[in-house]
């Protein structure tokens, strides 16, 4: 009798402990860690962004994307003073405006480019006011286009709600060219734009050696691909790490927990946001809630991870800067949203 | 029977208190944030689901941009 309360008391006691400890389960482990104390780069002059969500630095300029704006959804500013110098795609349901926008891809003639995913076409903003924006209408083929990135001077890269493919190639006049890889889920029986939105997936491509990343929103998986020779570099996280959905009605809704929100591929290295807090944990409290991530995962090139930056606050967006070894962030919790952060 | 009655009992009182220490620190930490910029919405209605609050996660039904889906 005795041993069997021994055992009981012994089980439970491990039973009770355990409870509190997991809170997350990490799908990557990495050898080290960083903390990172950012610093906040106040905005003058009175332009308001309400959820800024992407940055970019090309030329001293820092172009900030404002997915919830009710005027321009592009700001640029002067990176020394953050001084407001223009506002850019301007929201509204004329064919020059916008309902939406993606992402900010800069090319090497500093051109702003940008995607408006309920117009599904991919546009290079006019630098004048007076200017003509030249609009790319993607190929009907492809449903709700959510990312963007520059293959090269005429091609870009694509994911969609097809699922049928990973990513698609689209030429300058919208077409498709060719498609690529799959959606690397387990769950074959599932309908493909289901999976598509349950995997939907930030890109960032670097030309120079050809590497592809995509970084799952709703789960903890990276995908890197080599573009140049067309192969499956690695896919980390894919066990523990793939998105959590149930299939409502012919729609994904995710129960896991919101992932990356933004990935950067450099010449060395892999930089990806990871916020790793549960939709569980927001339905219940969602004014408690804080938007961002506070952790920047950092892998080479083949997928080995490297580090882990520990951030002193939420970003939801970031510009990597390897040469330099500066980070941009954007604290959308903050009346001041940008925020520097040095890590080399 | 009965120290291991009154072991038992010290052991789950241990526990519900390490778990109730963890919940004060979690929701202290929480009190400290507000939701800044986001504003409550209830859109995306597609017979089965609701999205929720202006964020950042794509919603299923709508394509707006949510806080959370369900």
């Known amino acids: 009798m005795k041993r069997i309360y021994t055992v009981v008391l012994i089980g439970l006691g491990f039973t009770l402990t355990s409870c509190n400890a997991t809170a997350h389960t990490e799908a990557v482990v990495f050898p080290e860690t960083i903390s990172l104390q950012g610093e906040e780069k106040a905005i003058p002059d009175s332009v308001y962004l309400r959820y800024p969500f992407r940055v970019r630095l090309q030329d001293d300029i820092l172009y900030i994307m404002d997915i919830h704006t009710s005027g321009y959804y592009i700001h640029s500013f002067t990176q020394k003073d953050m001084r407001h110098i223009a506002s850019l795609a301007h929201r509204g349901e004329a064919p020059a405006e916008f309902l939406g926008t993606e992402n900010i891809r800069i090319d090497e003639r500093g051109d702003v480019w940008t995607l408006d995913a ?8 006019a630098k004048q006011i007076d200017g003509q924006p030249v609009q790319i209408n993607l190929d009907k083929e492809l449903i709700r286009t959510l990312d963007f990135d520059r293959l090269n001077d005429s091609v870009f890269i694509v994911p969609d709600y097809t699922g049928r493919h990973r990513i698609s190639f689209v030429d300058a006049q919208g077409g498709i060219l060719k498609h690529a890889f799959q959606i690397p889920s387990s769950t074959e029986k599932e309908s493909p734009i289901v999976l598509a939105q ?77 916020w790793g807090t549960s939709f569980e944990e927001i339905r219940k409290r969602p004014e408690d809630h804080k938007e961002g991530g506070r952790y920047v ?24 800067d390897e040469v330099s070894g500066k980070m941009i962030g954007l604290d959308v919790n903050s009346n001041q949203p940008v925020v520097e952060y040095v890590f080399n | 029977m009965k120290t291991y009655l009154i072991g038992l009992t010290c052991l789950v009182v241990i526990c519900i208190a390490m778990n109730a220490n963890f919940q004060i620190r979690f929701d202290s930490d929480k009190s400290e944030i507000t939701l800044g910029n986001i504003e409550a919405l209830a859109q995306g209605e597609a017979g089965n689901g609701n999205c929720w609050f202006y964020a950042s996660v794509d919603c299923p039904y709508s394509g707006d941009k949510v806080l959370y889906v369900e």
């Not at chain 1, 309920?118 to 903003?125: A, D, P």
């Not at chain 1, 499956?232 to 066990?239: N, P």
């Not at chain 1, 790490?241 to 929100?261: D, K, L």
């Not at chain 1, 080479?300 to 520990?310: A, N, Q």
Request: aromatic share 12%; charged share 20%; proline share 4%.
């Open chain 1, 198 to 274: 349950a995997w939907r997936s930030f890109i960032s491509y670097n030309p120079n050696h050809g590497i592809l990343a995509m970084a799952t929103q709703l789960g903890q998986v990276i995908e890197i691909y080599d573009l140049k020779n067309e192969r499956v570099v690695e896919r980390i996280g894919l066990d523990e790490g793939a998105p959590w959905f149930e299939n409502r009605g012919g729609y994904a809704v995710p129960t896991g927990i919101m992932g990356y929100s933004d990935i950067h591929v450099g010449q060395e290295h892999i930089y990806a946001l990871f």
């Open chain 1, 297 to 320: 995962h950092v892998f080479d090139l083949k997928g080995k991870p490297i580090r882990k930056y520990v951030l002193d606050r939420h970003i939801t967006g970031f510009h990597i």
């Open chain 1, 118 to 125: 309920n117009k599904s076409k991919i546009v290079k903003l």
